[in-house]
């Protein structure tokens, strides 16, 4: 079975400009779940997406934001970007057939986002 | 809040070592306990985990006990490897705050031969 994939893995952008960041988990999977790695802050949940609904949101500005389609893939788009933006950004994927949160995460490889 | 602390890194060891990263976490509640690794320019992996006060998690020779009284989840291993050599992240969760893992600040491993 195919593991957790982010497409792109790199890229490089300047500020004020915009990002979209993909992730498909892994198949029959229904949740995917967003972080933020840095050096200094540590992985960070942004936020969540179940059966195409935002479940859970971590602390993040409104210029951080995401969709989940109805095959599960999600999308994470950064607005306005600045140079705190620059991270590895993760995705996961969890089975989640309760639908209660409690399934394990399998993460992707990450999209390494830099911002100039 | 809810939060999760790790023992500083780098932490180096020569190979066959016994390996200890101590975690502890501040909950409200009895959060879920995982342990990830990172390798180098790759995603987490998931090592173990542990439910429940008193379960063990256990994988590739790495343990770690869940203890509610001391509020920990130290990872262990009786013998590294070089494979070994990561990033290791402590997290918790709730069952009722679905796919949010709040994570330590992770603890870096170097096992030299």
């Known amino acids: 079975k195919a593991g957790v994939t982010q497409t792109p893995r790199y890229l490089i952008k300047t500020r004020g400009q915009q990002v979209t960041l993909s992730c498909s988990p892994i198949s029959g999977h229904r949740s995917v779940s967003w972080y933020q790695q840095t050096p200094g802050q540590g992985l960070q949940f942004l936020f969540e997406y179940f059966s195409e609904t935002q479940r859970n949101k971590g602390n993040f500005p409104g210029r951080f934001s995401g969709r989940q389609f109805s095959n599960s893939r999600s999308e994470m788009n950064v607005s306005t970007l600045e140079l705190g933006d620059s991270a590895l950004y993760l995705c996961a994927s969890s089975l989640e057939l309760a639908g209660v949160g409690t399934d394990t995460q399998y993460f992707g490889p990450g999209t390494r986002l830099t911002v100039l | 809040g809810n939060s999760v602390t790790q023992m500083e890194g780098p932490v180096t060891l020569s190979e066959e070592a016994f390996l200890t990263i101590n975690c502890t976490y501040t909950?409200?509640?009895?959060?879920?306990l995982f342990w990830y690794v990172q390798y180098p320019g790759e995603g987490l992996q998931l090592l173990l985990k542990?439910?429940?006060?008193?379960d063990k998690g256990s994988n590739k020779g790495f343990e770690a006990t869940y203890r509610k009284e001391t509020t920990s989840f130290h990872l262990e291993k009786g013998s590294v490897q070089v494979s070994d050599s990561a990033v290791y992240f402590c997290?918790?969760?709730?069952?009722?705050?679905?796919?949010?893992?709040?994570f330590g600040q992770g603890t870096e491993l170097s096992v030299k031969p």
């Open positions: 997290a918790l969760s709730f069952y009722n705050q679905g796919g949010k893992l709040i």
């Open positions: 542990a439910t429940k006060a008193d």
């Open positions: 909950a409200t509640g009895y959060p879920s």
